[in-house]
């Protein structure tokens, strides 16, 4: 059974940065497409950012261009969002998502049918 675990959210000010961690166990597969989506109050669930492991193309949402980093240790099956120069705006519950098929176009297109498996989600607050 496959988890997804994620850490690292909290408060943080204006300016401010964070780094989510999201580890999955319990899967064999190397191809797979891995990111997060992000859920504010009030709002639908997006695609913020996402990586394939099978031609280690990435995506990133308009809003968090050059902001935000995703990276991965393969060895280890985890996946990292840095975040740097956090606004209002980003706070939301910042969810793991993993896609089997390794594309990144579910996260591209907010397209959360097409993802199979979900961590519980880490809560973000940027406030000051």
């Known amino acids: 059974q496959l988890q997804l675990v994620e850490s690292g959210g909290g408060l943080v000010q204006p300016g401010g940065s964070l780094r989510l961690s999201c580890t999955a166990s319990g899967f064999a597969s190397d191809d797979y497409a891995i990111g997060w989506f992000r859920q504010a109050p009030g709002k639908g669930r997006e695609g913020i950012s996402a990586?394939?492991?099978?031609?280690?193309?990435?995506y990133y949402r308009d809003s968090v261009k050059g902001r935000f980093t995703i990276s991965r240790d393969n060895a280890k099956k985890t996946v990292y969002l840095q975040m740097n120069s956090l606004s209002l705006d980003d706070t939301a519950v910042y969810y793991c998502a993993l896609d089997t098929a390794a594309s990144t176009w579910s996260f591209r297109h907010d397209n959360t049918y097409g993802i199979e498996y979900w961590g519980k989600g880490t809560l973000v607050t940027v406030s000051s």
């Open positions: 990586i394939s492991t099978f031609d280690e193309s990435t």
